[in-house]
């Protein structure tokens, strides 16, 4: 998912760009400080997301969004609360107010991702409603293994562990794993983003799961999984610890 983000404060930039660099399924492919600057790349590239700003000196985020002809999805970021309701008229995917908790980002940005997924993949999403079930409320996932590909239900994931080109899932209560290859990009984008967390350069872990935190370690099931240094602090955020 490409997206842009827009803030005439440059520190509020950097703090979105690395938000966005800990998510595998979005890329930023431009920042301004200026919203009518953001104007060709719109038109030009295909942006699916606008991280935009409210409260700007050149143009309001509601007003220059309102200016868009074709609008991409949007989620306004601003210090300033009393705008919600009109940026909620607009449509907005979100609405989040500064300073913004790293684990309501997550599911603003989780929010849109699956909103794409349903303008991307009109077919799959009818497919899954003729069994009464929609894409957003999907509780399996299918992954390639050896010559065939496997269904696996997301509540018996305990955690994924990376091994060079392959992933291997554990399964719960059972001594079952199944290696496929895929890579982390791969499968976190077929994972709900607030069931799912990367805690390492190795390891994803199913949240469910998790019996006790240990300083740098993740306990599930009485393995012991570390938790990497540039994960600890978004992890610890989102568990509320």
């Known amino acids: 998912m490409n997206c842009i983000i827009i803030d005439d404060e440059p520190l509020a ?7 966005c660099d800990k998510l595998d399924f979005i890329s930023v492919v431009g920042t301004f400080t200026n919203p009518l600057d ?12 606008i991280l935009c700003d409210i409260q700007m000196p050149q143009i309001s985020g509601i007003d220059f ?35 913004i908790p790293y684990h309501r980002f997550i599911k603003a940005i989780s929010r849109a991702k699956e909103l794409l997924t349903k ?16 894409s957003e409320a999907k509780k399996y996932i299918f992954v390639k293994s050896e010559y065939e590909s496997i269904k696996i239900n997301l509540d018996e994931i305990e955690y994924i562990q990376g091994l060079k080109d392959y992933l291997k899932i554990h399964i719960a209560n059972t001594n ?26 190795s390891f994803i872990v199913n949240v469910d799961f ?10 599930i099931n009485d393995i012991r999984i570390p938790i ?14």
Do not use: C, W
């Open 176 to 201: 079952k794993t199944i290696l496929t290859l895929m890579n982390f990009k791969e499968i976190l984008d077929k994972l709900p983003a607030n069931q799912f967390l990367r805690v390492h350069k």
């Open 13 to 19: 930039i950097d703090i979105l760009i690395d938000y």
């Open 228 to 241: 990497g240094e540039s994960y600890k602090s978004d992890f610890f955020s989102i568990l509320g610890l």
């Open 210 to 219: 998790i019996k006790t935190v240990q300083r740098n370690r993740i306990v």
């Open 119 to 134: 303008v991307e993949k009109p077919h799959f999403d009818n497919v899954f409603s003729s069994f009464g079930e929609t």
């Open 38 to 49: 953001a104007i060709a790349i719109i038109q030009e590239k295909k942006v699916d997301l």
């Open 65 to 99: 969004i309102n200016s868009l002809e074709k609008k991409p999805m949007f989620i306004f970021t601003t210090a300033y609360s009393q705008y919600a309701v009109e940026g909620f008229e607009l449509n907005a995917v979100d609405y989040l107010v500064k300073p």
